[in-house]
């Protein structure tokens, strides 16, 4: 695996250069270390041991990464999530600045005829990731957004920026109830995050996430006309970290 690091005074970030994503971020804060990046268990394992359709996002799945388009590409052909999600980037600058460190990275591949390029900056003492993307040149419009994931081991509480309702597809993400089950109903909606209905017919709290049960959920939150960009904020309660 490609995986170049880069790193400034208790921070450090690794990135999958075959596809863009970022493979580890390490923040070191007290006596203590933090990851709040979740990488998929089978990343690491050999292609044989995974089905050959695929898509290379989805084998090497980890922490966070650029989705454009998110989803299923229906602008132009590509994988799932479009080329920033599934190819490779070059490291183009690594250099230090003052207090830290800056990494430009360009991806291989074009987006609708647009060279696209990924900033990160870590700054000394800072317990954050700055990212920062670029398209240039290219025509047209794309949905693009950050596919970041995390784990809880014991839950957290979830805030979000304004949403105008919550949305599960018609499906449940695996139907099949030997082979797994889901909390929230399907097809469903609702304006309070705070009362989303659940398969049982109650409702549940959409910002607060439970490791109570074994179960998969989607649900597309859909932005409130708010004109600002739509962010999400995690507190984890057994990692004591947000």
Not at 66 to 95: K, M, Q, T, Y
Not at 128 to 152: K, N, P
Not at 173 to 179: G, L, Q, V, Y
Request: hydrophobic fraction near 40%.
């Amino acid at each position: 695996m490609n995986v170049a690091t880069f790193e400034a005074k208790r921070i450090r970030v690794s990135v999958d250069l075959a596809v863009g994503h970022l493979a580890d971020l390490v923040i070191e804060g007290g006596d203590r270390e933090l990851r709040p990046l979740h990488r998929a268990p089978w990343a690491d394992w050999p292609p044989e041991q995974l089905p050959a359709h695929l898509p290379e996002g989805v084998r090497r799945l980890s922490g966070d990464f650029l989705c454009a388009p998110f989803s299923r590409s229906d602008i132009e052909e590509a994988p799932l999530h479009g080329w920033p999600a599934n190819s490779a980037w070059d490291v183009v600058e690594s250099a230090a600045i003052d207090g830290g460190w800056r990494v430009l990275f360009r991806l291989k591949r074009k987006v609708m005829g647009a060279t696209v390029d990924k900033v990160l900056t870590l700054r000394d003492h800072h317990p954050f990731l700055y990212q920062e993307h670029v398209f240039l040149g290219g025509s047209g419009a794309i949905s693009v957004a950050h596919h970041t994931m995390t784990q809880m081991g014991a839950g957290g509480r979830l805030a979000f920026s304004l949403k105008r309702l919550a949305v599960t597809p018609e499906q449940a993400p695996e139907p099949d109830p030997a082979r797994g089950r889901s909390l929230l109903a399907y097809p469903a909606r609702a304006s309070k995050l705070e009362q989303f209905p659940t398969a049982d017919g109650t409702f549940t709290d959409l910002t607060e996430y439970r490791a109570n049960g074994r179960h998969e959920d989607f649900v597309t939150l859909v932005e409130a006309d708010h004109h600002g960009l739509g962010w999400t904020a995690v507190a984890r309660q057994a990692e004591d970290d947000l």
